[in-house]
């Protein structure tokens, strides 16, 4: 193995730890990493914002273009496991939102949208958030 491959997979070892220690509080109900960052008290890049949603650059991007995009009231949307037939209308807007911030980052000739959704997903931030990535070409299959 290269030094390269072994870093990967190293990489690859923390996020899995870090999923699986993130999923123990995933419904305690405490403020995330994300609602700090939507009362302003962690800074980040906006790069939209409206009255249900809030988008910012990712500070670890995978992808030259990588925003979140999250939903301000996470009203039990810790994963898109938990979502319920009353989420309907912020799931349609946050994915309306991907294709806004696509297109505000140029890259709407060809982006992709990820949820991770629970450990095994190694999701590491229990507030719903969908990943738009972009700038260079997309592999498949992603991972």
Same mark, same amino acid.
């Given at each position: 193995?290269?030094?390269?491959?072994?870093?990967?997979?190293?990489?690859?070892?923390? %996020?899995?730890?870090?999923?699986?220690?993130?999923?123990?509080?995933?419904?305690?109900?405490?403020?995330? #990493?994300?609602?700090? #960052?939507?009362?302003? %008290?962690?800074?980040?890049?906006?790069?939209? %914002?409206?009255?249900?949603?809030?988008?910012?650059?990712?500070?670890?991007?995978?992808?030259?273009?990588?925003? !979140? #995009?999250?939903?301000? !009231?996470?009203?039990?949307?810790?994963?898109?496991?938990?979502? %319920?037939?009353?989420?309907?209308?912020?799931?349609?807007? !946050?994915?309306?939102?991907?294709?806004?911030?696509?297109?505000?980052?140029?890259?709407?000739?060809?982006?992709?949208?990820?949820?991770?959704?629970?450990?095994?997903?190694?999701?590491?931030?229990?507030? &719903?958030? &969908?990943?738009?990535?972009?700038?260079?070409?997309?592999?498949?299959?992603?991972?």
């Amino acid at each position: 193995m290269t030094g390269r491959s072994q870093s990967r997979v190293g990489a690859t070892n923390d %996020e899995e730890a870090a999923a699986k220690a993130a999923a123990v509080n995933a419904d305690s109900g405490a403020p995330t #990493i994300f609602d700090k #960052i939507i009362a302003k %008290e962690i800074p980040s890049t906006i790069v939209y %914002e409206d009255e249900k949603v809030l988008a910012f650059q990712d500070v670890n991007p995978q992808a030259p273009v990588h925003v !979140l #995009i999250i939903p301000k !009231l996470r009203d039990g949307l810790t994963m898109l496991g938990k979502a %319920e037939a009353r989420h309907g209308e912020i799931l349609g807007h !946050l994915l309306y939102t991907a294709k806004i911030v696509a297109e505000k980052e140029g890259i709407l000739d060809g982006f992709r949208v990820v949820i991770n959704n629970g450990p095994d997903a190694c999701q590491s931030v229990y507030h &719903l958030h &969908l990943h738009v990535l972009g700038g260079r070409p997309m592999k498949w299959p992603p991972g």
